[in-house]
């Protein structure tokens, strides 16, 4: 059971805590990035804070998807956190909306406080208070595991050649097989449809890394979709694959004082 996470003006007599246990004062489009990056899978999280930054581990309810997101201290304009991890449970879509009334050249300022288990947000002249969700509450994902021994195959590339492999896949299909081809240098996207066939071929040459490796294996778009809704245009995405294995996903974020890490699990086993 969650607790109330509507959103209201502050009024005169809700002020933010002059002992909050946490304050920040971040660019409106940097908190937007953080937010909308976790968004695409789940719609709320435990955001963990310490002096070192921000930090959430979550996976999406059918357990298919996960997403790694961390932001340096440096990140924020002011930044003013315990030693000790505070874990406080979010309402993304509620933030974000606050969040997003927000011009682009505006700072938000945040406040917690932890008496009152409310999170303080003024953009400008307006104020708002958000119920914090208890942590214990919110789907976690399971202890992390390390996949790189399941990882044959890096490659790089422009986020848009990502997106347009994904957006091309999800016109015939709601899957697509991706992997690396060792023989021709290639990274590759297939999806078949019922009538229809696409595939997306990219040359080592063409990628801002390659190291190959067997790599092949099938993945539901409906996550791949919501990961490409997530991915810079304009800067390079890291893609580590293998044979079965899932599909990790990375790309910087906040000027690259953060970075974004989605996993994927293969949809279907291959006969």
Avoid: K, W
Wanted: glycine share 4%; proline share 6%; hydrophobic share 45%.
């Amino acid at each position: 059971m969650t607790q109330d996470t509507a959103t209201r003006p502050a009024t005169n007599h809700v002020e933010a805590p002059a002992d909050a246990a946490f304050t920040a004062i971040a660019s409106a489009p940097i908190l937007e990035t953080i937010l909308d990056d976790v968004a695409v899978l789940v719609d709320e999280c435990v955001l963990r804070v310490d002096t070192d930054g921000v930090s959430v581990d979550a996976m999406d309810p059918a357990t298919v998807a996960m997403v790694s997101l961390s932001v340096d201290a440096e990140a924020f304009e002011a930044y003013d956190a315990p030693d000790e991890v505070l874990r406080l449970g979010i309402d993304i879509e509620r933030l974000g909306d606050v969040v997003g009334m927000a011009d682009a050249d505006q700072a938000v300022r945040l406040a917690v406080d932890l008496e009152r288990r409310t999170l303080h947000v003024r953009v400008g002249e307006l104020a708002y208070t958000l119920a914090l969700i208890d942590p214990d509450a919110v789907r976690s994902p399971p202890d992390r595991v390390d996949l790189a021994d399941q990882f044959e195959a890096t490659v790089g590339l422009p986020g848009r050649e990502f997106s347009r492999a994904v957006a091309a896949a999800d016109m015939v299909s709601d899957h697509l097989e991706a992997g690396v081809s060792e023989s021709e240098e290639r990274f590759y996207v297939r999806a078949d449809g019922d009538a229809d066939t696409v595939a997306v071929d990219v040359p080592a040459e063409d990628c801002t890394a390659f190291d190959s490796g067997p790599a092949r294996s099938l993945f539901s778009l409906q996550y791949l979709s919501a990961v490409e809704r997530a991915v810079p245009a304009d800067d390079p995405v890291r893609l580590r694959l293998g044979e079965e294995a899932p599909v990790e996903v990375e790309f910087d974020v906040a000027d690259g004082d953060g970075s974004v890490r989605y996993v994927v699990s293969p949809r279907l086993t291959r006969s």
